[in-house]
C-alpha cells in the first residue's frame, strides 16, 4: 500500500530505481523477447506465464520485467533474495500464497534474484508449490541457470536470455532521465554534452543502471553556471575513471573472436591479453573456459588430445580457487592450446556426419549390427572384432552411404601416427578427389 513513507521512500531512490519501467511499453530493450509479436509478450497480455528464468548480465531488465508481469496479471508479487533468504522464508511465501489463491482466487508471483545461489535444499522446497500453482516462479540470475542451478528447478521453468542493452537503449534512458519532471531531473536546468552523454553509454557496458548512476553523480557533483548544471566531456571522464574499461556489445564480441582466432593462430601472447583485457571489463572467466575448452576440439583435437584435459583441469581448478588465483591455471591453458600443434579433423568430421544424419535419417541399421535379443529373425553374420585381432574390415553405416569417410587424420603432432584402415584411406582418396 502506497503511503507517506513509500513515498519518501521512492524520491530517496537512486535514479534508476526512481525510473524503473511500470509498463511493457515503456521497458527497454530485450525486443528478442518482449517484441511486438513475440511470446513472452503474448504469455504476460493473456496472463500465461508459466514458471520462468531471467538469465542475463546485471542492469539488462531482468528485475524490472518480473515486476512489470506481476503488475499486469493483477497476481501477488513477492520477491526474495537467493543470498539472505532460506527454506523459512520459501515456506512461508508459499504458505501464503495457497491462501491467496484459495481466498482471493489470485496467482503469487515470486521473484527471487540471485537465484543460482539457492542450494538444492532451499530449490526443493518449492518444486510442489511450483507443479500444483500456487507459485509463478521467477529467478532472476546473472549465472547460466543450465550449470548453476539444479536441475529439477530448470526443468520446470522457461530460460529467456537478456542480452546486454544496446548504446541506443541506454541513450534511451538517459534522455528520460533529463527530461523525466516526476523522477528525473526534468525540473532541472542542465546542458550535457553529447560526447559527455556518448561517454555514459559507452562506459555502461550495457547495463542501464551504472549509466543512470553515473549520469545521477554527474548532475549532483558538476559545476553551476548561472544557475545551470554544466555537464561536459571531461566531466563525464573523470566521473567514469573506475568503469572506464567497461565495454559496449560490439566492442564485447570483436574482443571474444579476436581471443578465438589468436587461440586458432597460435599466438599465446594475444590470446592472454584478449583473455585478460575481456576480464578485466566484467566478462566471467567461465565464459573464457568455454570457448578454450571449445577450441582444444575445435583447433587443436587429435593432434594433442591433452589439450582438452589441460584446458578441463584448468577450469576445475579455477572453480576451486576463484579469483585472482584461478587465473593463473586459466593462463596456463591458454599458452598449452595454442602453442600445441593444430587440427581441425574433429569438427569437420563432425559436420560431414551431422549432414549425413540429416540426409539419411530414415536410414536402416545394418542386418549384421541389430540387436536380436528381442528379434526373431535369423540372425546376420557378425564379426567380433576381438577374434581377428581386434580390427576387421565389415560394414557399419547404412547401406546409402557405406563409403562415406568423415575423420581423415591431419598429419600434425600426435595425430600422424593415425592411420586409416585400408577401406578407409582409399574412400577418403575418392573423397578428397
Known amino acids: 500500500m502506497e503511503n507517506l513513507f513509500s513515498e519518501n521512500t521512492k524520491k530517496l531512490a537512486p535514479l534508476a530505481e526512481r525510473l524503473r519501467p511500470e509498463t511493457l511499453d515503456d521497458f527497454l530493450g530485450q525486443e528478442h523477447l518482449v517484441g511486438k509479436y513475440s511470446f513472452l509478450r503474448r504469455a504476460i497480455l493473456t496472463d500465461k506465464l508459466g514458471s520462468s528464468i531471467f538469465y542475463g548480465p546485471p542492469g539488462t531488465g531482468k528485475t524490472t520485467l518480473a515486476s512489470i508481469i506481476a503488475k499486469q496479471t493483477n497476481s501477488f508479487f513477492v520477491k526474495l533474495n537467493a543470498v539472505s533468504s532460506g527454506v523459512a522464508d520459501v515456506k512461508k511465501v508459499i504458505a501464503d500464497a495457497k491462501a491467496n489463491m484459495e481466498i482471493c482466487g489470485k496467482k503469487t508471483y515470486l521473484l527471487l534474484d540471485e537465484c543460482h545461489r539457492w542450494n538444492k535444499a532451499q530449490s526443493d522446497s518449492m518444486l510442489e508449490a511450483i507443479e500444483k500453482g500456487y507459485i509463478i516462479f521467477i529467478g532472476a540470475t546473472t549465472e547460466n541457470p543450465f550449470i548453476s542451478m539444479t536441475r529439477a528447478i530448470v526443468s520446470r521453468c522457461r530460460v529467456f536470455e537478456f542480452k546486454p542493452l544496446t548504446k541506443q537503449n541506454i541513450l534511451s534512458a538517459i534522455n528520460k532521465a533529463l527530461t523525466d519532471k516526476e523522477n528525473g531531473f526534468g525540473n532541472l536546468d542542465i546542458e550535457i554534452d553529447e560526447k559527455a552523454k556518448s561517454y555514459f553509454v559507452t562506459t555502461s557496458g550495457g547495463d542501464a543502471r551504472i549509466a543512470l548512476g553515473n549520469l545521477e553523480i554527474a548532475v549532483i557533483s558538476s559545476d553551476k553556471v548561472n544557475g545551470k548544471i554544466i555537464i561536459s566531456e571531461e566531466n ?174 591431419s598429419k600434425n603432432g600426435s595425430e600422424a601416427s593415425i592411420h586409416l584402415p585400408e577401406n578407409k584411406l582409399n574412400n577418403s582418396d575418392k573423397d578428397s578427389k
Open 236 to 409: 563525464a571522464k573523470e566521473l567514469c575513471t573506475s568503469n572506464n574499461r567497461s565495454i559496449d556489445e560490439d566492442l564485447y564480441f570483436d574482443m571474444l573472436s579476436a581471443f578465438c582466432k589468436s587461440l586458432r593462430g597460435s599466438d599465446a601472447d594475444a590470446s592472454l591479453y584478449w583473455a585478460h583485457r575481456l576480464i578485466e571489463s566484467g566478462c566471467d572467466p567461465l565464459l573464457i573456459f568455454r570457448r578454450l575448452l571449445a577450441h582444444a576440439s575445435e583447433d587443436v583435437g587429435l593432434a594433442n588430445s591433452n589439450a582438452l584435459v589441460v584446458a578441463n583441469s584448468a577450469m576445475q581448478a579455477y572453480l576451486q580457487m576463484g579469483v585472482p588465483e584461478g587465473l593463473i591455471p586459466m593462463s596456463h591453458a591458454i599458452i598449452y592450446v595454442c602453442m600445441s600443434p593444430k587440427s581441425n579433423s574433429v569438427i569437420i568430421a563432425m559436420h560431414a556426419a551431422k549432414e549425413d544424419v540429416k540426409n539419411t535419417f530414415t536410414g536402416d541399421v545394418p542386418a549384421h549390427l541389430k540387436n536380436y535379443n528381442y528379434l526373431n529373425e535369423k540372425r546376420e553374420k557378425y564379426k567380433y572384432p576381438h577374434d581377428f585381432g581386434g580390427y576387421v574390415d565389415q560394414q557399419y553405416l547404412p547401406d546409402e552411404i557405406k563409403d562415406h569417410v568423415y575423420y581423415v587424420p
